[in-house]
Nanobody, 119 residues
Framework: QVQLVESGGGLVQPGGSLRLSCAASGLTFSVSTMRWYRQAPGKERELVALISSDGGITNYADSVKGRFIISRDNNKNTLSLQMNSLKPEDTAVYYC????????????WGQGTQVTVSS
């Protein structure tokens, strides 16, 4: 089982940057696909970015492509999301997610961190 704790959220002006971190505990982090999701008020949770277990494959939502960078450090059990050129529409609660095919299959969520982009 993997436990996930996000940090790094806050209030930032449009055009600014933030770096989110996700600290993982448990033995399956290095073999888990890691993902960042976000959920804005009144909207469904959406996938922002994902990274494969070895970090070799990354994928991004069209809305953040070219602005956000996902990365991981399997030695430190940490996942990061560097967010640049932030826009008001990036305002949401951001969640870290770990997907381990297993067996056993596990899909673990963090508690979320608020990101607010506003002047």
């Amino acid at each position: 089982q993997v436990q996930l704790v996000e940090s790094g959220g806050g209030l930032v002006q449009p055009g600014g940057s933030l770096r989110l971190s996700c600290a993982a505990s448990g033995l399956t982090f290095s073999v888990s696909t890691m993902r960042w999701y976000r959920q804005a008020p009144g909207k469904e949770r959406e996938l922002v970015a994902l990274i494969s277990s070895d970090g070799g494959i990354t994928n991004y939502a069209d809305s953040v492509k070219g602005r956000f960078i996902i990365s991981r450090d399997n030695n430190k059990n940490t996942l990061s999301l560097q967010m640049n050129s932030l826009k008001p529409e990036d305002t949401a609660v951001y969640y870290c997610n770990a997907l381990f095919i297993g067996p056993p299959f596990t899909n673990t969520w963090g508690q979320g961190t608020q990101v607010t982009v506003s002047s």
